[in-house]
Structure formats: structure tokens, C-alpha cells
């Protein structure tokens, strides 16, 4: 990892939009950066496919940000980072971090009671990530999870604040209401997004842990570690340019990112980059 230039890019990537959460964070907590990121549009949702395909689309992805250059990875997705981020520290040679770890160390330390919610894909929820690294830090917590497959179509159509969506909430949240929680992790990048409504659901008795605020403050702090801050400043009140490779439909793409982030991409700045199978 010597050579790396401190000046490069760095490499985000999600299954599809979800990620753009993240990459708001690391916009506030590292303006200075300049961003590469790849979203999966094209074969989203990654939270209901097996581990073994989950692993080959996200190598196919951080080896195509290795290809640009790129000086590190955050892998912007918790179904990616329950499923394949071992994997890929040992495929690519810069710093990568997945969102989970950062996630669950903000939930331990945010519980009194050190009963946890963690709402996610059924991908993440089987594979149990959130409990190992909860308990590491905190042996005596009780870890009650639910996959909540709904969350993530209903924000990709809009409805993050609809009645419907609330009654789905309850639907999912009340069981973990009832085992007295008193944090709750929302562990999807889509989930953020739902951040008032679930707000509402469950009271303010219980803390809302978004493990996306958590990565970028853990990834300031690697890239401070590794002496891979960006030297560039911003000049005149100008941002760094960001390029966004979609696997689909850079139009959708767009709006969503304007409409539902207020993140506004250029129509030059998403590019079209499949991959076969
Ligand atoms: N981005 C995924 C995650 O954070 C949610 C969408 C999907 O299932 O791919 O787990």
C-alpha cells in the first residue's frame, strides 16, 4: 500500500441508489475527497441473493474501482459488507471498510439497556454479522433482528413518507417494540431514508443508529491513519467533481439522487459501466 497517491479518488459502492446515503455523509466529513461510485442498478436488490453471487458482483465492482485508480474503498452497502467484505480485503490492495462494523460499535454504544434492534435485508439478518460484532464489544447484549424486505421499494418509489409505509413499519417494528429495545440500527443504506417515519413508529425512548454517519467518521479516521487525506482544497467555493458509474438507467439514477437526496449530479457526470452476468 506504499504508493498511494493521497491525491486519488476514492471508491464507493451499493447494490444501487441506497449507497448515495453514504456518500452524502463522506460529502459533509470529507469535502475535500473526490468520489468515485458504483451503483448496481442494474441488479439490485443484492438482499435476497445468495452469499456466493453477492461476493462476485462486489469483487467485479471494487476491481473496477481499483481500475480507476481509486485509494480506497468503502463498500456503501450492509448486505456487501455482511457478505463479502473479507473477501475483498484480501482481493484489492487498498483500505476498504463496509458499513457494518462501524454500525454496531455506534449501536453498543449508544444502548443502555443493551437491548438492540437491528433492521436490515434477509441477506444481512441470516448471515448474523450485527450480533458477532455487538457482542464483541459488549458480551451481555441482546440482539433482536428483522428483516424488513419492504423498506427498500417503497423508498424507491417515493413513498418514504405515506401512510402505507407507516402501517408496514409498525407491521415490522412492533414485534421488536415489545422485547423493549432502546436502539435500533438501521442496517440497509435505504433506511435512512425512512428516518422520520420510523422516528415516529417507535418513540423517542429509542435511539435511531444510521451506520452511514458512522463509516464516513471511521473512514475520515482510516484515511488520517494511512496518511490518505487529500492534499486538494477546495478552491472558490468549488466542490470536487464526482463521477457516478451506473450498471443501468443513468436517468433514474439521477432524479432519485436529486429528488430524494437533493445530491445533484450532472448528466456528464453517470456513466454506463454492466458487467456480464
Ligand atoms: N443496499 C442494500 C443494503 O444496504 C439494500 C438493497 C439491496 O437489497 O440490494 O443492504
Known sequence: MGDIDKNSPIGVFDSGVGG????????????NERIIYYGDTARVP???????????????????????????????????SALALEDLKKAVDVPIIGVVKPGAIAAADATVKGRIGVIATRATVSSGIYEEYLRAKRPDIKVFAKACPLFVPLVEEGLTDDPI???????????????????????????????????????????????????ARSFKALLEEKGLLSETKEKDGQKPVNTFFVSDSPEQFRSFAGNVLSIRIGAEDVKVKAFVG
Open 20 to 31: 448515495l446515503t453514504v456518500v452524502k455523509e463522506l460529502m459533509e466529513q470529507l469535502p
Open 46 to 80: 443484492y438482499g435476497n441473493k445468495s452469499r456466493e453471487t453477492v461476493i462476485r458482483y462486489s469483487r467485479e465492482i471494487a476491481e473496477f474501482l481499483c481500475e480507476q485508480n481509486v485509494k480506497a474503498i468503502v463498500v456503501a452497502c450492509n448486505t456487501a
Open 165 to 215: 409505509t407507516d402501517s408496514i413499519i409498525h407491521r415490522y417494528l412492533d414485534e421488536l417494540l415489545e422485547q423493549g429495545i432502546d436502539s435500533l440500527v438501521l442496517g440497509c443504506t435505504h433506511y435512512p431514508l425512512l428516518r422520520d417515519s420510523i422516528a415516529r413508529a417507535v418513540g423517542q425512548d429509542v435511539t435511531l443508529v444510521n451506520p452511514a454517519f458512522e463509516t
